[in-house]
Structures are given as structure tokens and as C-alpha cells.
């Protein structure tokens, strides 16, 4: 598939515009969970100010009084459109979307419908922490397929992993993160091709969580999973969400393939009513007519990106960081600094800044933190140099 040309936009870094003082007034989870003291770079939140189509579309909603239901289909029109500006994809068929509440509550349902009490369902670790708690919540087992060298899918793990989920005949899932979260893996259409020929060859159902779509570097492409060869019994869930600071708005879509529709079809009636309104608006709105402004946030975090790796080469060299492809995390290997399982512990004591522990991401995530490179190049500067501190 090929890359799409970005817009070309004038817009300001977004990362840059906001003072640690401004932020601090911010009341969400990034914000209280630690004293003021800390620096919190952890959970996948941004620094940013909302881009202008967002606020307007929300405060023009409030001016309305439009704080009903959610109805219609505008928000899968405006992922379609973008779907085709940037991925060059036009398979996303508006007829076989759902609106959900959000990505991982809609991952649940996709799960509801393709397996049982008791079934497997398989993760590429070390992933999101989330997909442990939610996957056990539902009744179903994890089974892991760790990830291979340079963090790619490793196919002959996988099979394995497929393998086990399906014995006795049992029913499976594989819960695929793309892109990756913690180690911002851009999966290619290769990758994704062997993954939908061995889901079918085992009978496993893919459903691909893929919130982390709109955020790639310069030069990479996303590809949908639902556009690669033999995915057609595929489900996915996309969301504005990561790529415009939504996660206090929620909405997200599922999508199915064209082999898969009498599935979502099957999605209960009530499942439809968890979304706000007010977040299918701000979807919409930020899918629709907030491009430049992503680009301007894509920018800054291709330079943050940059600036992280020269940061640890000059201040913590025995951490080892390869800049990522996709998503605005930073996957930190801190085994060579000899603090154990739970480097971000020994970061949050002694340095004052929170990120996210390794172990929480599973099997492989021992010794390594995930940093969140969504800040200004000042604070991602300052978070370094107290890790340095940390263990000088």
C-alpha cells in the first residue's frame, strides 16, 4: 500500500503550547494520580490543547443544547474519509460499522461475539496492560505469543500460541495490537497477510485493536488490517481517541470484513447506547477537519523522537531505545542500569517522575518502562535528566 502524502499545514506544534502550570490545572488521571512534585509521563494522554474543529464542534453542541443520543453515521463517514486520505484504503464499508463506547469495551464485544466462556485468546506480548484485565474479566484465558526480534510479530510463536488456544476444539481469538503498544511496532502488509493466513488456516478470529492508527512517523504507513489478503473475517475497533487527546470523549467504531458482517450485525441493540454523544461529535469532527493539526502533532513528536534518543545517549547510554515507527510511546529497555523488574519504580522514587512499569505489560516487559513522548521537548528534557539523576 502506499504512503499517503501528508497535508501540508502551518499549524503550530502542539506539544510546545502549553505551560507545565496550564497542565497542572487539568483534572484527568495524568494529572492526580501523583503529588505535584512528579513529572507524570505515563499514561497515554497528551499535552496538548484540543485542535479547534474539536472545541468547536463540542461547544457549538453545548450552545445547542446537544447533549442527547448519539445517532447516524457521520462519525464511520469521517474515518472512511480519512482511511482514504492517509492509508489509500477503501474498504472501510460504512454498513458493516458499529458505534461502541470505546476501543477496549468494544474489543470485549468483538470477543463476545467470536468466542465463549473459557476460550483462549492470544496477545503478542509484552502489550497492553489492559488487554490482561479486560480479556479475564470477560471469562476468557490469555494465551501469549511473545514478540520476536526487533519487536516484530514472531509467526512460528503465534502458530504455537494458535495451536494451544484451539485444542479440544475450542473456540479462539487473537487480540492484535497495531500498532503495538508499548514498543510502537508499525506491523507491514506482509506481517499482516501471515497473520490472517494462519488465523484461518487454526480457525482463530483476529480482532485488531487499532486506536493507534493515526499516529505514525514521517515516512511510515499503517495498514489496516482489514485491507490485507484473507482478513475478511476480521474485526477491528478504530477510534480518534489517541490521535486527538479524546480518551475523556468517548466513542469508537467497530468494523467488520465482509466475511464477518453477520457478526457485527449480532452486536447487541444497547451496546450503541454507551457512547456520548458530545465524543461522536468530537470523532467526527477531529477525523473530518482536524488533519492539520494531527500533521502539526506528528511533526512534534518526529522530533521528540529524536530528541528522546539523543537525550538517553548522552545522560543514560545503558538504556537502550530504538525510535518507533507508530503511536507517541517509547518502549525503554533499562536493564543495563541494574534496577530490576521495575526500573519506572526506582524512576518515581528517587527522580520524581512517573512512567509506566514494564511488568504490567507482561511476559518481556521485566526491566524495560514505556515513557510517554506526547510532552514538550522541555519536560521530556527535564524527565531525562532526573532519570539520570536517579541513578547517578
Known amino acids: 500500500m502506499d504512503i499517503i502524502p501528508r497535508e501540508t499545514s502551518a499549524e503550530a506544534n502542539p506539544l ?3 505551560t507545565l502550570d496550564e497542565l497542572r490545572r487539568r483534572t484527568s488521571m495524568k494529572w492526580r494520580t501523583y503529588p505535584e ?3 507524570p509521563l505515563w499514561v497515554a494522554e497528551m499535552d496538548v490543547p484540543l485542535a479547534e474543529p474539536v472545541v468547536r464542534a463540542v461547544t457549538d453542541a453545548l450552545a445547542r443544547g446537544d447533549t442527547g ?5 457521520a462519525y464511520a463517514e469521517a474515518l472512511a474519509g480519512f482511511a482514504h486520505e492517509r492509508w489509500g484504503w477503501d474498504g472501510l464499508a460504512v454498513e458493516r460499522t ?7 469495551l468494544g474489543v470485549v464485544e468483538m470477543l463476545k461475539l467470536t468466542t465463549g466462556p473459557g476460550d483462549a485468546v492470544v496477545v503478542n506480548c509484552p502489550v497492553y496492560p489492559p488487554f490482561y484485565q479486560f480479556v479475564g474479566n470477560a471469562d476468557r484465558k490469555i494465551v501469549e505469543a511473545s514478540l520476536g526480534p526487533g519487536h516484530r510479530i514472531d509467526l512460528a510463536a503465534l502458530e504455537n500460541a494458535f495451536r494451544s488456544a484451539v485444542a479440544g476444539g475450542r473456540r479462539a481469538a487473537y487480540l492484535l495490537c497495531s500498532p503495538h503498544n508499548p514498543t510502537g511496532t508499525l506491523h507491514t502488509a506482509a506481517e499482516l497477510a501471515a497473520v490472517a493466513e494462519l488465523a484461518a488456516r ?3 478470529r483476529v480482532v485488531a485493536d487499532e486506536i493507534h492508527a493515526p499516529v505514525v512517523a514521517t515516512g511510515a504507513a499503517f495498514v489496516p488490517y482489514l485491507s490485507v489478503p484473507g482478513a475478511d473475517g476480521g474485526l477491528s475497533l478504530m477510534s480518534a481517541s489517541k490521535g486527538w487527546n479524546l480518551a475523556g470523549l468517548k466513542a469508537a467504531l467497530a468494523i467488520a470484513g465482509p466475511a464477518a458482517a453477520d457478526d457485527l450485525a449480532r452486536l447487541p441493540e444497547e451496546v450503541g447506547h454507551g457512547p456520548s454523544h458530545l465524543g461522536v461529535l468530537a470523532h467526527t469532527a477531529a477525523l ?6 494531527l500533521d502539526a502533532l506528528l511533526a512534534g513528536l518526529d522530533e521528540n523522537r529524536r530528541l528522546l534518543a539523543d537525550l538517553l545517549a548522552a545522560h543514560l547510554p545503558e538504556v537502550r531505545y530504538t525510535p518507533a515507527e507508530a503511536t507517541y510511546l517509547a518502549w525503554l529497555d533499562c536493564r543495563g542500569l541494574g534496577l530490576g ?3 519506572a519504580a526506582v524512576f518515581l522514587e528517587r527522580g520524581r517522575v512517573a512512567l509506566s512499569p514494564g511488568p504490567d505489560f507482561g511476559t518481556g516487559g521485566a526491566g524495560h518502562a514505556r515513557l510517554n513522548l506526547a510532552t514538550s521537548p522541555e519536560a521530556l528534557t527535564e524527565a531525562v535528566r532526573r532519570m539520570a539523576a536517579a541513578v547517578g
Not at 458499529?98 to 477496549?104: L, T
Open 16 to 18: 510546545c503550547r502549553l
Open 37 to 39: 512534585d512528579v513529572l
Open 69 to 73: 443520543y448519539p445517532v447516524g453515521t
Open 98 to 104: 458499529s458505534v461502541v463506547p470505546d476501543v477496549m
Open 202 to 204: 487454526y480457525g482463530v
Open 288 to 293: 473530518r477537519d482536524g488533519r492539520g493539526w
Open 341 to 343: 523488574d521495575d526500573p
